[in-house]
């Protein structure tokens, strides 16, 4: 196997690394090589920042282990390559009459990269996060395949989930799939004129899949505006048209100005009906609404972006107002801002879900974003809330410090697991997370 210097980035683009990449193309393979050098591993790098960046060192390229190695009809359980892209499965199966039960909102995040996430859905009030739904996970240690379940190994198994990788190659997974009626969905859509609205239409809603776009530039009693969208999968005959764009280039700065992002805007909150509007589409439409626009990400320009998400608890909602207020005000966000209720679900120490609402906002790489990151990551802090790794490039140790309850616990299996420190990341080094007090 060769080894290529290369440099890459997250999906914000603005981090970067430089160093040498193995892409394995067979488990034995990658078990003999991580017998070698043991190193970190990513998938499609769908994660923002540098969670999945290993500077001046070595990674493994997970994308051609991409393989499904068996299912069970009967219980709907389906063994997978940690490469395989989450959207593949779920078009795989979904015509059969199972999907995955957690889908993130692109269908390019890996399954290796799920796990060690913990991603959450549009349906995390009902279904909780992607974790909790995995029965087996086959870790490589030192080029030793070890199989771990939640009851087999408890203390490993929730330093694994939503815990970044630090325990080993995360190489193939069972998952539990769920039965769905089929591979379509109506999707119902209806304006929301504010915050207060928005928080209400949660509290009301009974539908399976939720999530609210937000205008982030609106102001004053607009404040929080957006469009609820509610859906439930049903059965039908798709109609599917290959409706996929790409971004053939860096868009100039202009292209994300503030009069541009507001004229956005309020066309995009226009395009649904004062009386809201239903239709059924294709899954993959609603949940990766993003994904048939190839590269987006060059929308940003050769700068790139960074987006900040947090949760912040259910009685927190004068946070919320703030932080939109904050974010109007500043003229920098982009026309990507969701909101969104939680429910309790978690997989990992580490991961990142608690009972509360996110609010998630990209933000061009430009003047001022990271200060108004930092001032909004230090507002979810004194929330009682915590940011999410997977869209964080900028936050400090201190700044995280006490958001995650069990990090120490974490960080002690961690240890114990990597006692070398082969797979650290930048993020987990920025953070110093592996750092934690009462960690062994």
């Given at each position: 196997m060769v080894w290529k210097t290369l440099e890459y980035t997250g999906w914000g683009r603005a981090r970067s690394a430089t160093g040498e990449v193995a892409r394995p193309e067979r488990q034995s393979a990658l078990k003999r090589m991580v017998a070698e050098t043991p190193a970190p591993a990513f998938g499609m790098r769908r994660s923002y920042g540098d969670a999945a960046l290993n500077s001046d060192g070595r990674a493994y390229d997970m994308t051609r282990l991409d393989r499904v190695l068996s299912f069970d009809e009967a219980t709907g359980v389906v063994e997978v390559e940690a490469g395989m892209p989450i959207g593949d499965l779920g078009r795989a199966f979904a015509a059969k009459g199972w999907i995955p039960p957690v889908m993130p909102g692109t269908g390019f995040a890996t399954v290796g990269g799920c796990i060690a996430n913990d991603v959450h859905g549009k349906n995390h009030h009902v279904a909780g996060?992607?974790?909790?739904?995995?029965?087996?996970?086959?870790l490589i240690q030192n080029g030793k395949p070890r199989k771990i379940t939640p009851k087999s190994t408890p203390t490993l198994w929730k330093a694994t989930v939503g815990g970044l990788g630090q325990t080993g190659v995360i190489s193939r997974a069972k998952i539990a799939m769920m039965k769905c009626k089929g591979d379509m969905m109506v999707l119902t859509e209806r304006r929301i004129d504010n915050l207060d609205e928005f928080l209400v239409a949660f509290d009301e809603s009974r539908t399976d899949y939720t999530v609210g776009w937000i205008d982030a530039t609106a102001k004053g009693d607009a404040l929080g505006r957006g469009i609820l969208e509610e859906g439930e999968i049903t059965s039908g005959v798709p109609n599917r048209k290959d409706k996929t764009r790409e971004v053939p280039f860096n868009a100039p700065s202009w292209a994300l100005s503030a009069p541009v992002v507001r004229l956005f805007n309020e066309l995009y909150f226009r395009r649904v009906p004062a009386k809201g509007r239903t239709s059924v589409k294709p899954i993959e439409e609603p949940f990766f609404p993003l994904d048939a626009i190839h590269n987006w990400n060059r929308l940003y320009g050769k700068q790139g972006f960074n987006?900040?998400?947090?949760?912040?608890?259910?009685?927190?909602?004068?946070?919320?107002?703030?932080?939109?207020?904050?974010?109007?005000?500043?003229?920098?966000?982009?026309?990507?801002?969701?909101?969104?209720?939680?429910?309790?679900?978690?997989?990992?120490?580490?991961?990142?879900?608690?009972?509360?609402?996110?609010?998630?906002?990209?933000?061009?790489?430009?003047?001022?974003a990271e200060f108004l990151i930092a001032e909004l990551t230090d507002m979810a802090r004194e929330a009682g809330g915590r940011i999410y790794f997977a869209k964080d490039g900028?936050?400090?140790?201190?700044?995280?410090?006490?958001?995650?309850?069990?990090?120490?616990?974490?960080?002690?299996?961690?240890?114990?697991?990597?006692?070398?420190?082969s797979y650290e990341t930048d993020l987990v080094r920025r953070l110093k997370l592996r750092d934690a007090k009462g960690a062994k």
């Open positions: 996060s992607f974790g909790q739904h995995v029965t087996e996970i086959t987006q900040f998400q947090c949760v912040v608890p259910l009685e927190k909602t004068n946070c919320l107002r703030i932080m939109l207020e904050r974010i109007g005000q500043s003229g920098l966000a982009s026309p990507l801002a969701v909101l969104k209720k939680m429910g309790t679900g978690r997989g990992g120490y580490m991961s990142f879900p608690m009972e509360g609402y996110t609010l998630a906002v990209d933000f061009p790489n430009r003047a001022g900028v936050a400090t140790p201190e700044q995280i410090a006490g958001m995650y309850p069990e990090q120490a616990d974490w960080a002690a299996a961690v240890a114990k697991a990597d006692p070398d420190r």
